[in-house]
């Protein structure tokens, strides 16, 4: 398809964990992203893994990228009510262009 | 703090009026970006410029323009504003080709259209 393109919602218990999982376009993307947007404020950036990786962990991130089917996961362990915000899974195309998913809402319940 | 600076944080205006918002990209930054957010539609991509010259467009509206000045600050022009233009707008920079090319966003304009 032609968008970027995530669940907009999910909800799991504190101490959870949650994933939250994004399908891409562009075969040729040179870098993916999630970014973090809190209640009012802009959108902050996560993490990121480059293309030639199947996976990167950052303390209780884990991104998985599988690019054969194009689709890019986020693995939040121990989730925490802080977690609490919305998800976008971004792509920058071969054309330099970046393109975002909808967003996900995460909301973690005690 | 992302070091982009966007004004003004609020802005409430009537139907067929025109206003202007302004961006000033992270120190460095040569390109910068314009998106939309809206409820239903998420995040929208309007516009994209480099070091002055438009590089991309996407779903912008004939009413809406922008331009990115000398000094690299840009500015999104909405004019004769519908009700459904209210929406939060951002502004993102980025270096370009250097390091992993993210965008760093300010923290938005709320424009709300009576």
């Known amino acids: 398809g032609e968008d970027v393109e995530q669940s907009l919602f999910l909800s799991v218990r504190e101490g959870d964990s949650s994933v939250i999982n994004c399908t891409y376009t562009?075969?040729?993307?040179?870098?993916l992203y999630w970014y973090k947007q809190e209640p009012g404020a802009g959108l902050q950036l996560l993490t990121y893994?480059?293309?030639?990786?199947d996976m990167k962990q950052d303390q209780r991130l884990t991104v998985l990228l599988n690019k054969k089917d194009k689709h890019l996961s986020l693995r939040i362990a121990d989730t925490q009510t802080g977690d609490s915000a919305i998800y976008f899974c971004?792509?920058?195309?071969?054309?330099?262009?970046?393109?975002f998913g909808a967003g996900t809402r995460l909301t973690v319940k005690p | 703090d992302s070091g982009v600076t966007q004004t003004p944080k609020h802005l409430i205006t009537a139907t067929g009026q025109r206003v202007t918002l302004r961006c000033s990209p992270r120190?460095?930054?040569?390109?910068v970006y314009w998106y939309q957010q809206s409820l239903d539609q998420g995040l929208q991509f309007l516009i994209q410029?480099?070091?002055?010259?438009?590089?991309a467009k996407g779903n912008i509206l004939e009413r809406f323009s922008a331009q990115q000045f000398p000094d690299l600050h840009s500015e999104l022009n909405l004019s004769s504003l519908e009700l459904g233009d209210s929406a939060l707008y951002f502004c993102?920079?980025?270096?370009?080709?250097?390091?992993?090319?993210?965008?760093?966003f300010g923290e938005g304009s709320r424009l709300t259209v009576l």
């Open positions: 410029y480099y070091n002055g010259e438009e590089r």
């Open positions: 993102a920079s980025s270096s370009e080709g250097l390091g992993t090319g993210e965008l760093f």
């Open positions: 971004a792509e920058r195309g071969h054309n330099n262009d970046m393109r």
């Open positions: 562009d075969s040729s993307s040179t870098y």
């Open positions: 120190s460095g930054d040569l390109s």
């Open positions: 893994i480059f293309s030639n990786m």
